[in-house]
């Protein structure tokens, strides 16, 4: 089973900017192969991503996008960053979480993408981009 149609070709940014949770900026740029998963309140999936270690990503610069400040403090304690980054989402064309994009940074491209039903599901569809 994949969650995805065929690629839709199309760029990738190189920088993005945003905000915490907490209101704090952020600014980064992206290096090599970066997961960018676009997630949601109210979502098992979004969840069961933003609560894992993220171990299935080692080596991947992971970042988890909400479109939103999410306002029942939901991801309060999953221990991984969330950043609030709408125009990075509609950079990437993300038009609906959960979704993940896995962009190659060096040629600003989107490799692959799709609908995000838990972290093993995700690290399975984009196995054979990242595999050395």
């Not at 972290?119 to 054979?128: K, M």
Request: hydrophobic residues 45%; charged residues 25%; negative net charge.
């Amino acid at each position: 089973m994949r969650s995805f149609d065929a690629q839709r070709p199309r760029s990738a940014p190189r920088s993005f900017h945003g905000s915490t949770l907490a209101g704090q900026p952020v600014e980064r740029t992206f290096h090599g192969l970066t997961l960018v998963v676009a997630i949601k309140p109210d979502c098992d999936g979004c969840r069961d991503f933003a609560e894992s270690s993220l171990e299935d990503f080692a080596g991947l610069d992971v970042v988890l996008v909400a479109a939103e400040d999410e306002r029942n403090n939901e991801w309060r304690d999953v221990g991984h960053e969330i950043v609030v980054a709408p125009e990075l989402l509609a950079q990437l064309d993300v038009r609906w979480p959960p979704f993940y994009v896995l962009i190659d940074a060096d040629a600003e491209r989107v490799l692959v993408e799709g609908v995000v039903f838990g972290p093993g599901q995700v690290a399975e569809e984009i196995r054979s981009f990242v595999a050395p």
